[in-house]
């Protein structure tokens, strides 16, 4: 792996995709969101964290996202894609919903918690792309806390509905 630093386009539009639904979100947050958040894993809401810091920042310091015409390694680089457009599709469908934390936390085409798992599993596929070993970590320390939230929270909501 040959790791090089410098300003990548790629990593910008993955993080554009990822940040603009979240930001519009923040005006149509699911009711009784609040209930939930305090009730986090401390430590996963350290990893989620630290993770979105540092794939913020692996996908604008190194170059290695940019296009460049590898095959079959760019398949990686459209697989991704593919997965960040599934995620914008997440979105979409969750802004056209009741906007439940049902909704919020739903699957789409079988994968669980789609909204924490898409991107993560976007960047991942990033990293393998540019063969960049700080992504990979980045991204896994970002899925532990990100996913594992979504998965608490997803949780905790089936146990309430259960009593």
Same mark, same amino acid.
């Given at each position: 792996m040959n790791i090089h630093f410098g300003f990548s386009y790629i990593g910008l539009i993955f993080l554009a995709l990822l940040m603009v639904p979240n930001l519009?979100?923040?005006?149509?947050?699911? &009711?009784?969101?609040? &209930?939930y958040v305090g009730n986090e894993n401390r430590l996963l809401r350290i990893f989620e964290?630290?993770?979105?810091?540092?794939?913020?920042?692996? %996908?604008?310091?190194?170059?290695?996202?940019n296009y460049r015409d590898q095959w079959p390694w760019a398949v990686w680089l459209l697989l991704a894609a593919a997965l960040m457009i599934c995620y914008e599709i997440y979105w979409i469908r969750y802004f056209r919903s009741e906007?439940?934390?049902?909704?919020?936390?739903?699957s789409l085409?079988?994968?669980?918690?789609?909204?924490?798992?898409?991107?993560?599993? %976007?960047?991942?596929?990033?990293?393998?792309?540019? &063969?960049?070993?700080?992504?990979?970590?980045?991204?896994?320390?970002?899925?532990?806390?990100?996913?594992g939230i979504h998965l608490g929270h997803r949780r905790e909501i089936a146990d309430h509905r259960l009593r």
């Open positions: 519009i979100w923040t005006r149509h947050q699911p &009711k009784d969101y609040d &209930k964290r630290a993770g979105e810091v540092l794939v913020t920042c692996a %996908a604008l310091i190194f170059s290695d996202f906007k439940t934390l049902a909704d919020f936390y739903s085409m079988g994968i669980p918690v789609a909204g924490a798992s898409l991107p993560v599993a %976007a960047f991942f596929l990033l990293g393998i792309y540019g &063969k960049n070993l700080p992504m990979l970590i980045a991204v896994t320390i970002l899925g532990i806390g990100h996913i």
